[in-house]
């Protein structure tokens, strides 16, 4: 067997194996003619040498037999820029959570800020390869076996936001899902901080009031994500974010409202010597009681900027 069978034979094995005949006599024709033109010029057969340097100059086998198979890429150009924002997305919202879950379980349990940093880099680390694999995989399928690579390219440029208008930045939107997220994981139990204030002498209660507004407040967590979400992916609707701002600061200062009435939430209960439980359960009630204050103050501060936001984009839509 001669080099040039060799070379074709090395091809044919990357070849689908029902185009492999007609692609090979192909790819035989186009050698023979290159190295009859050269043995011509040269006015004598090819040596070894020579006709290795024809072969490297013709391409590797890899790359010959790539060109006959109908994907040439794992992810093509088209989508690239679509992979990219995808991936961009993930690999923010997860930092912003793993980050929060970290400095969260420091705060609250016993490890120090060594300990808190090694965690949350081990933590990133695994989350970045698992992320990449995940998202890159999604779009390696959709490459190959996906819908209309048109339909990611439907936009209407009229939709972009106005420039007069100040949006959100989008680390400040990125942090709000993901601390939104971190909330949610932690309410429904499917994440559990250590245990605050455990100690040998007593523990911390949630009073039964958290019990009554425990769906009130899933779902009031629920919508501040999807607003978070519109603010970070779709800036355009930046009336709908207000609107949607404004509803979640109303339902927030209602339910705060309601936990205000109550006057207990929160209950010391005593597991060794009884120290001084009273005052503390009476601290952390205040504690509490200052937070829900606060809490309705921003939450009205709020709701009355986006009021403002939005009767300032109608004038300006409205003197353009």
């Not at 690239?80 to 793993?98: D, E, M, N, Q, S």
């Not at 190959?144 to 339909?151: K, L, N, P, S, T």
């Amino acid at each position: 067997m001669d080099l040039i069978e060799r070379y074709l034979a090395a091809v044919r094995q990357h070849l689908p194996a029902e185009k492999a005949d007609d692609i090979l006599a192909e790819l035989h024709d186009d050698l023979a003619t290159r190295q009859e033109i050269r043995e011509e010029r040269l006015g004598r057969p090819l040596r070894r040498d020579e006709l290795y340097a024809l072969l490297r100059e013709f391409g590797h086998p890899l790359v010959i037999a790539a060109r006959y198979r109908p994907h040439q890429y794992l992810i093509g150009p088209d989508i690239f820029p679509f992979y990219l924002f995808a991936l961009r997305v993930v690999l923010t919202i997860g930092a912003i959570l793993l980050v929060a879950i970290g400095v969260i379980s420091a705060l609250l349990g016993d490890r120090n800020l060594v300990q808190m940093f090694l965690g949350i880099f081990g933590d990133l680390w695994g989350f970045f390869f698992g992320a990449l694999a995940v998202v890159t995989l999604g779009f390696a399928l959709f490459e190959r076996f996906g819908g209309q690579v048109d339909q990611l390219y439907q936009w209407v440029p009229e939709h972009l936001p106005a420039p007069l208008a100040r949006r959100k930045g989008q680390w400040e939107a990125a942090f709000e899902v993901g601390i939104s997220i971190a909330f949610l994981l932690w309410w429904t139990g499917a994440i559990v901080f250590p245990r605050i204030a455990a100690t040998s002498e007593f523990r911390i209660e949630p009073a039964a009031i958290w019990d009554q507004y425990y769906l009130p407040i899933l779902l009031l967590a629920s919508a501040q994500l999807a607003v978070s979400l519109v603010k970070w992916l779709l800036p355009r609707l930046w009336r709908i974010q207000a609107l949607l701002s404004i509803a979640a600061s109303v339902v927030t200062i209602a339910i705060a409202a309601g936990l205000y009435t109550v006057g207990t939430w929160v209950t010391v209960v005593p597991t060794g010597a009884t120290g001084d439980v009273a005052g503390l359960n009476e601290s952390l009630n205040l504690a509490v009681r200052m937070t829900l204050i606060t809490m309705m103050v921003i939450m009205a501060v709020q709701a009355l900027g986006e009021l403002w936001k939005l009767a300032r984009g109608n004038r300006a839509a409205a003197a353009a």
